[in-house]
């Protein structure tokens, strides 16, 4: 290698790594969706192992799922339902930045079964729950979160070009959220 190429590559890195944050580089943490976060007391959030019996065996194949796919996990969960818990994972890319996604469990008809959000559905999820949160404060109702907001049975679940994730709430209604390219939005119907 001439010097030449030397210089000119190292410029290149030297730049490239000086508009990075550092902190992306450095970060190994889970992020924890703002949503989730501000609906998760003390008591909803809990270590995995602690998780009921009837999603142990679904959190463990889970797990090892995912460490086979290149992801890592959170070691807690967020019990957002009776049916359903929510788990921080983050999968790292080939350029070393990590993209943070939700894992569900979900309990339907008595078998457990896990979905995985992407990134952007995920944030799709949280911000429906905020929102909802948002405007039953300050419409001075009393409906349950909970109720709206999380799965107790799933319609579609799919990835792809175009990202689907589609459930039924407590209260009956079909909830949609889709990812088209780097667009993604809620439904509720």
Known sequence: MNRRKFLFSSAITAGALSITPTATLA???????????????????????????SFLKTCNNLITDLKSKGYSVSNHAIKLNSNCYAISIQKSSLLGFKSNELALLINEKGNSNYYILEEELATEFTSLIENYKYNMNALNFNYSLSDFAFPVEVLESKKGLISIFSFKNKLNNTITLKRVKKQS?????
């Open 27 to 53: 970060s190994n943490n889970y992020k924890t969706y703002a949503g989730l976060k501000s609906f998760a007391g003390f008591s909803n959030n809990l270590s995995l192992s602690s998780l009921p019996s």
């Open 185 to 189: 939005k809620a439904i509720v119907c």
